[in-house]
């Protein structure tokens, strides 16, 4: 069966740690991969994908993603985090038109 | 442009009414989802529609639940006899597609529904 897992629900972080979230899926054919992050009270949006090509992709405010096809993973990466970055993470897959979205991982960021 | 709205964005009924949440997708986009968002759930994959092809309702959780799409756009998701369980937001996407690709989702702001 299909299925996305996020290892992490919750993740408390000081401002200027390091963040990896992990996501792993499970999916037997060609996969498109998302990141999409919830701000508190704001809509779900965009935060990177993969299609094809350079298995690592950058997104918005400094995050990137690495697919590594062995592994069924894309992790999500960010170098030194902000307290606006507290918020739900959200790992997806497209296979053939239907998403999976994981259960997500809330980040918060301690000032 | 203006992008995926939803109304309404709150509404509270009694349970065993009947509920009709509507969606208006991103103009030109062919594909619009519904999904359900439950605190630590994550987001419940409900139904699919991609241009005039059937749409998807495998993840439709019962038959109180059904949805339709009129001309290709606007999407209305109704839930019959509403139960507590219901209580959740609902959230609506969009996205364009090109052949067999399907590109990234924008959602709505989601209606909070609220069974007493």
């Known amino acids: 069966a299909q299925s996305v897992s996020q290892h992490n629900h919750h993740v408390i972080l000081s401002e200027a740690a390091s963040l990896e979230l992990g996501c792993n899926y499970s999916?037997?054919?060609?996969?498109?991969l998302f990141w999409y992050v919830q701000y508190p009270g704001q809509h779900l949006q965009l935060l990177l994908k993969y299609f094809s090509g350079d298995p690592l992709v950058k997104g918005i405010k400094g995050f990137e993603a690495e697919f590594i096809k062995s592994k069924f993973s894309f992790n999500l990466r960010k170098p030194s985090v902000q307290w606006s970055d507290t918020a739900e993470y959200f790992c997806?897959?497209?296979?053939?038109?239907?998403?999976?979205f994981g259960t997500g991982t809330r980040l918060k960021v301690l000032a | 442009g203006a992008g995926v709205s939803q109304s309404p964005s709150n509404k509270v009924t009694e349970k065993g009414k009947d509920v009709e949440l509507r969606c208006d997708p991103i103009?030109?986009?062919?594909?619009l989802y519904w999904y359900r968002q439950s605190l630590g759930q994550g987001l419940e994959f409900l139904i699919y529609?991609?241009?005039?092809?059937?749409?998807?309702k495998s993840g439709l959780p019962s038959d109180r639940f059904s949805a339709e799409r009129t001309g290709g756009s606007v999407s209305t998701l109704t839930i019959q006899r509403t139960q507590q369980e219901d209580s959740a937001v609902y959230l609506c996407?969009?996205?364009?597609?090109?052949?067999?690709?399907?590109?990234?989702?924008?959602f709505g702001p989601g209606t909070r529904l609220t069974v007493t």
């Open positions: 997806a897959v497209e296979g053939t038109y239907k998403y999976i």
């Open positions: 529609f991609q241009g005039n092809s059937a749409p998807d």
């Open positions: 103009s030109g986009h062919t594909a």
């Open positions: 996407a969009s996205s364009r597609t090109s052949g067999s690709k399907s590109y990234e989702q924008y």
């Open positions: 999916y037997g054919g060609t996969v498109n």
